[in-house]
């Protein structure tokens, strides 16, 4: 589903920008700029890419992994 999704967004700007800021469409300028909203919406969601800390301790080393709240 949510292939089919991105390609219908991806399809909407496309054809919505090319033919309503180059073809002068009042319609297709709208289904671009909710095509965009849409995609905006989405990454707004999306977790985000993990955070990955590769770190060497030595003997005597100790780390301390805390999550905490946004604000914090």
């Known amino acids: 589903m949510g292939s089919l999704f991105n390609r219908l967004v991806r399809a909407g700007m496309r054809h919505g ?7 002068g469409s009042q319609v297709w300028l709208a ?3 909710v095509a965009l909203g849409a995609r905006l919406l989405q ?4 977790p985000g890419k993990p955070v990955i800390v590769t770190e060497r301790l030595t003997p005597g080393q100790a780390l301390i992994i805390r999550h905490l709240r946004p604000g914090e």
């Open 17 to 23: 920008f090319k033919r309503g800021l180059g073809g």
């Open 31 to 33: 289904v671009g700029a």
């Open 43 to 46: 990454r707004m969601a999306s």
